[in-house]
């Protein structure tokens, strides 16, 4: 697990893009990320309280739900030829997500949303921009004025 003097992701690792605007959103997205790792982890060694980790998963969560919806719309106005599998995978990545933010609400348990945000959604979020954000932007930088 991580330690509060470490970052999820170091904002410097984050994958390049052919479009401004997405790398844009991926670094807010690591931004609040970051801040949500750094609650868990002062949670776990008792130094906050869990109404800052419910005010910061719901910022993270309401984001993630704008830019998986601007992403989506772009692909959908421009005629992204993969759109189904990349609107897909927010799909699918963004139910576990709600999942993960359903049951802190209901049980305030720390492991199940420290492992998803420290272990599962760094690799994640790094394949996801490697591979279909990265073809995305390249296809939406050709198109958008």
Do not use: C
């Amino acid at each position: 697990m991580s330690t509060n003097k470490h970052n999820v992701l170091d904002p410097s690792a984050i994958p390049q893009v052919g479009l401004e605007s997405m790398n844009e959103t991926h670094r807010e997205e690591v931004e609040l990320i970051n801040q949500l790792g750094s609650l868990l982890d002062q949670e776990i060694q008792r130094h906050v309280d869990e109404t800052s980790i419910t005010k910061t998963l719901h910022t993270w969560v309401e984001h993630t739900r704008l830019h998986f919806t601007r992403e989506n719309e772009l692909m959908q106005k421009y005629g992204f030829p993969a759109l189904a599998v990349h609107s897909n995978e927010h799909s699918q990545e963004f139910a576990r997500i709600e999942e993960l933010e359903q049951q802190w609400y209901e049980k305030k348990e720390i492991e199940p949303l420290a492992d998803y945000i420290f272990n599962l959604w760094p690799r994640w979020f790094d394949n996801h921009v490697r591979t279909m954000d990265n073809v995305t932007a390249q296809f939406l930088s050709q198109v958008i004025d």
